[in-house]
């Protein structure tokens, strides 16, 4: 009876082990508790549940025509940082057996900072998305327990496709995930720099044009076509500010011309004959000043 009660018990205890490893294969294998999760899905359905339960419990309230004092709305800083991990999973039954590990505590506040600063350290907010190959600029950016960062979208779609929560990197399971900022606050400042370097040489660039243009230079090539430049303006120039109006140039040649003739023909009637050159050279000696 007491072997038979003893292969019993070993019989059963492998029956368990064998139910607790399909459970914890099952819980790996489901994405329910991936740490990507829409973090503005979570608030929505907790939003909802929490206005169902008030209009459950919701009761008739007497307005006695007191206005109460408005509270200004807290507006939410865009670059606070959260943790996604909010809870641990449940253990498991191979967990609570001992076949495997638990997962590990929630980090601290003091260990995230630890965390953060390794980060900073191995520079990984300047480098690229080690899964997508570009820049955070503004995208939301995850901090993993591991020290490593990715971009939110490209961490849990790589989460959907492989099944399994592990670092791409390092390979670690069942991290922690941590949203932050750093790659926005980075490239804020890099754009701001290609802004400042733009202006700069704009203004750099401006400045060597003035001083080209009034500063000789000392080279004599260079001296000389300086100067042939400056004399080709100044002619462009001259020749800009006269009037080359022709038409107006000729109707005036022509009512010069047509204001002489009728003079010469009054002359010719008073006159009563043509004057000779005896005559005209006559009229310029009287015509002459007397010194």
């Not at 292969?7 to 459970?23: C, E, F, G, I, R």
């Not at 800083?77 to 909010?86: A, H, N, Q």
């Not at 980090?107 to 899964?131: A, F």
């Not at 008073?270 to 005209?280: A, F, M, S, Y």
Request: glycine share 4%; net charge positive.
């Amino acid at each position: 009876m007491l072997k038979k009660k003893g292969h019993s018990s070993k019989k059963d205890n492998l029956a368990v082990t064998a139910v607790a490893l399909q459970d914890h294969i099952l819980h790996d294998l489901q994405l329910q508790g991936l740490s990507v999760a829409d973090h503005s899905e979570i608030k929505v359905q907790k939003k909802e549940n929490k206005s169902k339960s008030l209009k459950r419990e919701a009761k008739a309230i007497i307005d006695t025509g007191l206005k109460k004092a408005t509270q200004s709305r807290k507006v939410e800083d865009p670059e606070k940082e959260y943790v996604l991990d909010l809870k641990p999973a449940p253990l498991t039954l191979a967990q609570k057996l001992g076949l495997f590990e638990p997962p590990p505590l929630p980090l601290s506040t003091e260990e995230w900072e630890k965390v953060k600063q390794r980060s900073i350290m191995q520079g990984d907010s300047l480098h690229p998305c080690p899964i997508c190959k570009e820049e955070f600029e503004l995208h939301p950016q995850v901090l993993l327990s591991c020290s490593h960062v990715f971009h939110r979208a490209c961490l849990q779609a790589f989460e959907k496709f492989t099944n399994k929560k592990t670092c791409p990197l390092c390979r670690k399971n069942q991290y922690q995930t941590r949203v932050i900022h750093d790659g926005a606050r980075l490239f804020k400042v890099k754009c701001a720099t290609r802004i400042q370097a733009y202006w700069r040489g704009h203004i750099v660039r401006k400045w060597y044009r003035n001083l080209r243009k009034t500063v000789p230079p000392k080279d004599a090539k260079l001296r000389k076509k300086f100067f042939e430049e400056k004399f080709t303006e100044i002619s462009h120039r001259i020749l800009c500010s006269y009037d080359t109006n022709i038409d107006e140039l000729f109707s005036e040649i022509e009512h010069c011309l047509a204001v002489n003739r009728g003079i010469l023909q009054q002359l010719e009637e008073k006159c009563g004959r043509e004057i000779t050159d005896e005559d005209w050279e006559k009229i310029q000696i009287q015509s002459e000043p007397v010194f």
